[in-house]
């Protein structure tokens, strides 16, 4: 019955009477409280009405019935960029922040969206810093926060960064030679090498940091010519 309702919702929203259909979704999650279908459909339709207040109040009742899960507010965090509300985007995207402090997926996403929207270094870097205390000992974070801080310029803070990498079992070094692949990528020749001999006085004979350097002194040897 719901799956129905649902899809007389979609056909009357191709038809372009998007305010039957939300009278219909709305009707729907009257009768079917929680039910995904329902719920998928209507927060769209609100989304598209441009009514925050109502996709707000539809949203609380959805995080309700899965407080652990708190994704579903993206949704209205987008209604807020569409709608170009910065000081909104800001507001939700701090409490968020604060409310859901060890969600991964989510932080990751406030830093999407704040660099969609344009906002300073100073708000990005305090999300990514987030991003790093929720998952402090994860490859991926610490590789995305170095790269964003390397394209800032902050070489010293994204090397602060590249140090926490985990080296891999004991004796090895794959954080170290991550780091120095990473300083490459961004032009960062004598920073790399660095990185690289540091390596080889710990393992001579360490195939990867012995390629490095092979190829950063062809890079540095076709800047001297």
Avoid: C
């Avoid at 000992?137 to 170095?146: F, H, K, L, S, T």
């Avoid at 960062?188 to 195939?207: F, K, Q």
Wanted: hydrophobic share 45%.
């Amino acid at each position: 019955m719901a799956v129905g309702v649902a899809a007389l919702a979609g056909l009357q929203a191709e038809q372009g009477d998007e305010e039957a259909a939300l009278a219909t979704l709305r009707e729907a999650w009257r009768r079917f409280p929680g039910h995904r279908g329902v719920q998928a459909a209507l927060t769209q339709a609100l989304a598209r009405s441009g009514d925050r207040e109502q996709l707000a109040n539809l949203l609380a009742g959805v995080v309700k019935l899965s407080p652990q899960d708190p994704m579903p507010w993206l949704v209205l965090l987008d209604a807020h960029i569409a709608a170009r509300d910065i000081a909104a985007v800001r507001q939700w995207s701090d409490d968020l922040a604060r409310r859901y402090p060890r969600h991964v997926a989510l932080l990751e996403a406030l830093i999407d969206r704040a660099q969609r929207v344009g906002e300073p270094a100073e708000r990005v870097g305090q999300l990514f810093a987030a991003l790093l205390r929720a998952a402090p000992q994860a490859r991926e974070q610490i590789e995305a926060y170095a790269e964003w801080l390397l394209e800032q310029g902050r070489v010293a803070e994204a090397r602060e960064v590249l140090a926490r990498l985990p080296q891999g079992a004991q004796g090895e070094t794959a954080g170290s030679l991550r780091e120095a692949d990473l300083l490459l990528g961004h032009g960062l020749l004598r920073e790399a090498r660095e990185v690289a001999e540091r390596v080889l006085t710990r393992r001579p004979d360490d195939g990867k940091a012995l390629r490095l350097l092979a190829v950063l002194d062809e890079r540095q040897g076709r800047l001297k010519e």
